[in-house]
């Protein structure tokens, strides 16, 4: 059974930076996932942030967050992480890991980036950024 648990969040001002983890348990080995990041802020909907496909690393993220957060993965230590740099308080939010097995084909770049692409989600952790 997969699971997902995120870590790392937290209260920051604007400027700042935070590096959040996403540890993964239950994968099938030497299977391609894609995985990615979503938030969601009071009173909006949950949207993608950044995604990886963790056979061939091919990224895409949003383009509010583009040059400014960095996703990628530890394949030894199972985790998927997020380094957030120049955190705006339009950042604020919580923040999402998830996955879904890719059992055939690649992740799409679009897909990356959409919530109903994924079936596996963690329970989310805040990030405030204060201006």
């Known amino acids: 059974q997969v699971q997902l648990v995120e870590s790392g969040g937290g209260a920051v001002q604007a400027g700042g930076s935070l590096k959040l983890s996403c540890a993964a348990s239950?994968?099938?080995?030497?299977?391609?996932?894609?995985m990615g990041w979503f938030r969601e802020a009071p009173g909006k909907e949950r949207e993608g942030v950044a995604g990886?496909?963790?056979?061939?690393?091919?990224?895409n993220y949003a383009d509010s967050v583009k040059g400014r957060f960095t996703v990628s993965q530890d394949d030894v230590q199972k985790t998927l992480y997020l380094q957030m740099n120049s955190l705006k308080p339009e950042d604020t939010g919580m923040y999402y890991c998830?996955?879904?097995?890719?059992?055939?084909?690649?992740?799409?770049?679009?897909?990356?980036?959409?919530?109903?692409?994924?079936?596996?989600w963690g329970q989310g952790t805040q990030v405030t950024v204060s201006s």
């Open positions: 239950g994968f099938f080995a030497n299977t391609r996932y894609c």
């Open positions: 990886i496909d963790t056979r061939d690393h091919r990224t």
């Open positions: 998830a996955a879904v097995r890719r059992i055939v084909g690649v992740c799409s770049e679009t897909g990356l980036l959409t919530s109903g692409s994924f079936s596996y």
